[in-house]
């Protein structure tokens, strides 16, 4: 039996590596450090780090991986094969080449679409009708790497960020588990991925789930359920940043970013069709419905909201 060390970090890693421990012989595991998170600032562990703790495997936490002490240590471990899940840092070619089978990468996109670390956001953001999961030998390039198997599935009209990731970290899960044996006993072997077709999804910065009203509708709508839940959109009203939870897009026109009544309830214009919002937040308070937030602020319709703070509010001393 393959010794196996994996990486990864996050939820979507989970599924992956309880699949390995099932059936293959998992004797490391590497995972980001612990980073202090929420308003409190204490330290959280990974959701890759507990689930090897409670199995009682070993956890290694490199703050880089391509530092020579951290490349040292996974020599160490002696493994036939890395699988990486959403890792957190690139690997250096030193550590690409320390495994005689390599290194194997669990990507939630239909390479070579999506290349990058937010396959998942952008395919929804981009109106795809579907995605999937690539296993991909890793080479030095960005998700450049000869291809193992591929696995697609439909992108449903409502799915959020949450749903697919949930949906693709299961597919890649099961994906692994059946190409993996196949691959070590040489009965798959890598091909190269199409020269054609190839886009790139970067790291998503938060500033970019701010809303610019003057898209149209279609797009905001997929930029919500994109972004949902993280790093979320937002708007600004009276200043105050105004969170967009859920909405849909439909037929109607408005001035962009201005709220109005219709017999289908409240709307906002867009450069073309209307957003209409279902769930909001304005800042320090709690989530609810928009029917219920206006009950409270009844002043937001007819009121314009804005892709920015006004002026004013940003030139306060």
Do not use: C
Request: no cysteine; aromatic share 6%.
């Amino acid at each position: 039996m393959a010794k196996v060390v994996f990486m990864g970090t996050p939820d979507f890693s989970v599924p992956t590596l309880q699949t390995l421990i099932e059936h293959h012989d998992v004797i490391g595991v590497v995972t980001q450090p612990d980073r202090p998170a929420g308003r409190s600032q204490q330290l959280q562990v990974s959701p890759v780090k507990l689930l090897a703790q409670a199995a009682g495997i070993p956890v290694f936490q490199p703050e880089k991986i391509r530092r020579p002490e951290a490349i040292a240590e996974l020599r160490r471990w002696t493994p036939d094969v890395y699988i990486v899940a959403a890792f957190g840092q690139i690997l250096p070619q030193a550590v690409l080449d320390i495994p005689p089978y390599g290194s194997i990468n669990v990507h939630a996109s239909l390479l070579p679409r999506w290349r990058g670390a937010a396959p998942i956001q952008a395919a929804i953001r981009a109106g795809d009708t579907e995605t999937g999961i690539t296993i991909m030998k890793m080479d030095a390039g960005l998700d450049t790497g000869p291809m193992l198997s591929q696995r697609a599935i439909p992108i449903m009209p409502d799915e959020t960020g949450q749903s697919l990731h949930d949906r693709l970290a299961q597919l890649g899960a099961e994906l692994l588990n059946e190409t993996l044996p196949g691959y070590l006993s040489g009965d798959i072997p890598p091909q190269p991925q199409p020269a054609s077709g190839v886009t790139y999804a970067p790291q998503i910065k938060k500033e970019e789930g701010m809303i610019d009203w003057s898209l149209n509708a279609g797009a905001i709508e997929r930029l919500v359920r994109a972004f949902t839940p993280w790093p979320g959109t937002y708007t600004f009203w009276k200043g105050q940043q105004l969170k967009i939870l859920s909405g849909a897009a439909r037929e109607g026109t408005g001035e962009p970013g201005r709220v109005i009544g219709t017999p289908d309830g409240l709307a906002v214009g867009t450069g073309r069709g209307l957003f209409y919002p279902a769930q909001v937040q304005l800042a320090g308070r709690k989530a609810m419905p928009i029917q219920a937030f206006v009950k409270g602020q009844p002043a937001l319709v007819g009121s314009l909201l804005e892709s920015l703070p006004a002026e004013s509010d940003q030139t306060q001393t």
